[in-house]
Structures are given as structure tokens and as C-alpha cells.
Antibody, heavy 117, light 108 residues
Framework: EVQLVESGGAVVQPGGSLRLSCAASGFTFDDYTMHWVRQAPGKGLEWVSLITWDGGSTYYADSVKGRFTISRDNSKNSLYLQMNTLRTEDSALYYC??????????WGQGTLVTVSS | EIVMTQSPATLSVSPGERATLSCRASQSVSSNLAWYQQKPGQAPRLLISGASTRATGIPARFSGSGSGTEFTLTISSLQSEDFAVYYCQQYNTWPPGTFGQGTRLDIK
């Protein structure tokens, strides 16, 4: 059974930093591109970032480019999102998602990030 | 960036009736379109990929159609567990795979 479990969400002040983690199991992690997708309270889904199976390529939404860094550790079946210079508009539930042919076949339950003074 | 527009924003339908949800792309996405269901407090769940292929375990009452810029998700006979928010996502131009704003399916 595929499982994706996010952690690391917290309340942080504007300008602060946070590192999110996603622990994957039930599939061969290093075969797949992985993503972060976020959802602000009461809003829709926004793609944030992706990393290819070997970490060789990464992409970011314009809204987070230069502030967020995605990474992975295939030896630990884990995905990460380092979030710096956080803004109030970054407040959201952050989902880890597994890619299959450029759509998302499995999602975690999300971890909540609140940016507030 | 391709813009995905879903309509209506909210759809009220009685259990047992048919629901038809629409998704329009600002330019052609071929058949590279997915549909997701999200229930309150839950993560999105993949329903349909390739515009019309049901994901594993998805009941046959869910069907997708369309290509190019116009797509439809049809739920043939609504069950109580189908009331949720539905999102479409194009993945023809990648990244990013842009999402529609969602359609809320409510009980009438």
C-alpha cells in the first residue's frame, strides 16, 4: 500500500524558515518524480515544486522560486521542502504527491504551514 | 501558462441523479487531463487520467470525456459519498500542471 506521510508544518513568523518532510512507503521511491502541492484554507490546489527520480532536475512555481528548495534522499525514501523567507501567502496545507505520467496518483494527508506574526 | 476553468462553481444535485461537471482549457491540452475528488478534511484522490481512464478502484459511475479544450466529468447516479469538490488538472504543458478552481458538488 502506497503511503505518503508529511511532517514539519508549524506556525512561523513572516520571514522565517521551515523544512517539510514526506516519508514514502509501499512503492519504489527512487523510480518516481515527486511533487509538493499546496492548498490555502478554503482555496484550490496550487502546484509548488517537483524533483525528478534522481534529484537531477527540479522545478518551482514562480510564487516560490528563489525561496523554496526541494530535495530528496532516496536512501531514506524521503522528500523535503526547505522553505525560506516565508510570507503570509505561503500559509497552506502542503501535500506531498507521487507522480505517474505527469499526473498525481497518490497524495499524502498534508502538513499545515501557518505564517503569521 | 494554461488556465483551466471549471463550471459551475457549485452544483446541487439529488442523490440518484446524474451530475455533469465541466472543465475548459485556455489552449489545447490534447487528452492530458486528470480529475480529482476531494472530500472535506481529506487529500485529493485521483479519479480519471488521460481524460477518460478511471483510476484503480474508481466506480464505473464516474466517467470522463473530451479532448482539446473541453472536458466533462459525469457521475451517472450520485451516491452520498460522491458529494465533494472536484478538480481538473492539465498535464499537457509541464511543469506546471495547472488545476482548475474546483466544482463543489452539493446535495440538493
Amino acid at each position: 500500500e502506497v503511503q505518503l506521510v508529511e511532517s514539519g508544518g508549524a506556525v512561523v513568523q513572516p520571514g522565517g524558515s521551515l523544512r517539510l518532510s514526506c516519508a514514502a512507503s509501499g512503492f519504489t521511491f527512487d523510480d518516481y518524480t515527486m511533487h509538493w502541492v499546496r492548498q490555502a484554507p478554503g482555496k484550490g490546489l496550487e502546484w509548488v515544486s517537483l524533483i525528478t527520480w534522481d534529484g537531477g532536475s527540479t522545478y518551482y512555481a514562480d510564487s516560490v522560486k528563489g525561496r523554496f528548495t526541494i530535495s530528496r534522499d532516496n536512501s531514506k525514501n524521503s522528500l523535503y521542502l526547505q522553505m525560506n523567507t516565508l510570507r503570509t501567502e505561503d500559509s497552506a496545507l502542503y501535500y506531498c504527491a507521487k507522480e505517474r505520467h505527469q499526473y498525481f496518483d497518490y497524495w499524502g494527508q498534508g502538513t499545515l504551514v501557518t505564517v503569521s506574526s | 501558462e494554461i488556465v483551466m476553468t471549471q463550471s459551475p462553481a457549485t452544483l446541487s444535485v439529488s442523490p440518484g441523479e446524474r451530475a455533469t461537471l465541466s472543465c475548459r482549457a485556455s489552449q489545447s491540452v490534447s487528452s492530458n487531463l486528470a480529475w480529482y475528488q476531494q472530500k472535506p478534511g481529506q487529500a485529493p484522490r485521483l479519479l480519471i487520467s488521460g481524460a477518460s481512464t478511471r483510476a484503480t478502484g474508481i466506480p464505473a459511475r464516474f466517467s470522463g470525456s473530451g479532448s482539446g479544450t473541453e472536458f466533462t466529468l459525469t457521475i451517472s447516479s450520485l451516491q452520498s459519498e460522491d458529494f465533494a469538490v472536484y478538480y481538473c488538472q492539465q498535464y499537457n504543458t509541464w511543469p506546471p500542471g495547472t488545476f482548475g478552481q474546483g466544482t463543489r458538488l452539493d446535495i440538493k
